[in-house]
Structures are given as structure tokens and as C-alpha cells.
């Protein structure tokens, strides 16, 4: 390396040092801190979707604490960056689903891609076929803007993404599809996702998401 390049990297460290993807302290040399790698965030699980016929989710994180804010900030503040460490984390969970498999992220509007400037399940789904040496296929589209889902009640969400996914004409690969996705809640936006493969003719392996908030989103009985 040039002496020049080299100076043009410590210079990008210091103006832009590396920062664990989950509690935001700069990192020397990258990956997770100290603290984050002595104690990991609670792990997620599997888990059927509703009206699927038994598809299961997987999910490597509950949505809480740490990975919540980490997600937030990836899907909300530009930190596009995350993608590969939650795209490492969804492919060591997807390893056993991954022989003849790809992955289809679930798509976002065109007006909220714009916004934000990325698809954040699309860089997702890249990072982890790239760990996982299949292929990623951004295969699903909106046939309509809808209301955000987070934003919705429970009962809401289900009508909320009914008939919203469409698989777009003209691209097929043989194998299962692996539909991709930041946070699974409901599970009726995975579950809207898996229906628009299957009436298109496309046999859906499973679904993953980072992380999962049904189990930090169970309604506890009132106490006495
Ligand atoms: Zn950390």
C-alpha cells in the first residue's frame, strides 16, 4: 500500500471510526465491542406464520433492547452499514434452510425508497446470500401504498398488507424462495409476501427476519 493511501485510511478511521453495530461505541478494528461480545442480546427463535400452511419464521434476535435501537437506527438513520452484520446473523440461521433456496426480501414502496434511500430488507437479503452463496432475487413489488404497519393495531395489520405484494413479471429461478425482512411483529406482512410467491407459482422455503417482537409483545394478564 502507498504511503499516501495509508495516510488516507487512519485519516478516515479518525474522522469516521468503526462503531458496534449494537450499542453504538467506536470499535477499533470493527465487529462488535468488548461489552456487546461478553453479553449477547436475548436470541430470537422459530416460529409458524399465521395462515401459511406452516411456514416458519426465523429470527436470530428478540426485538428489544439493544437490537431494537441498533434496527432503528439501521432502518431510520441512514446506518446502512448494520446490513452486514444482521446479514451475518439471519445466514447462520438460514443455514440449514439454504440448499436450493434464494432469498426475496420483502419489497418498500417507491416513495418510502426514495426517502430513506435503500430498501433496508433488500440490503438485508444481499448480505446474507452473500454469506450463504445463494442467490438474492428482489423478485416482490407493491402493487399499492398502505399504511406503515408499526403504526397500526393488531387487528388492523392483517387487512392492512392483504393483496399489497406482488411477485414482478418476468424473472423465475427453479428453487424454494426465503422471504426476508427487518422485524417480524404480526407476521401478516411476511405472511401477505409468502402468498403473493405461492399464487405466482413459486414454492416458498421459509421467512426470516433480524429480529422477532412477539415475544417481547406478549399481553400480559392485568395484575390482580
Ligand atoms: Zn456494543
Redesign the pocket.
Known sequence: MSAAREWMQALAALLFPER?P????I?VGGG??V??EADPPPAGGVRFLPETECCVCVAPYRYEG?VRESLHRFKFRGRREYASFFGHALAEELRPYAGNAFLVPVPVSRRRERERGYNQSLLLARAASRELHIPCLDLLCKTRENETQHELGRAAREQNVRNVYAVKPGKRLPGRAIVVDDIVSTGHTLAACVSALRKAGIEVCCCAAVADNSLSNVELPAKP
Open positions: 458496534c449494537l450499542c453504538d461505541e470499535v462488535l465491542c461489552r456487546c439493544r
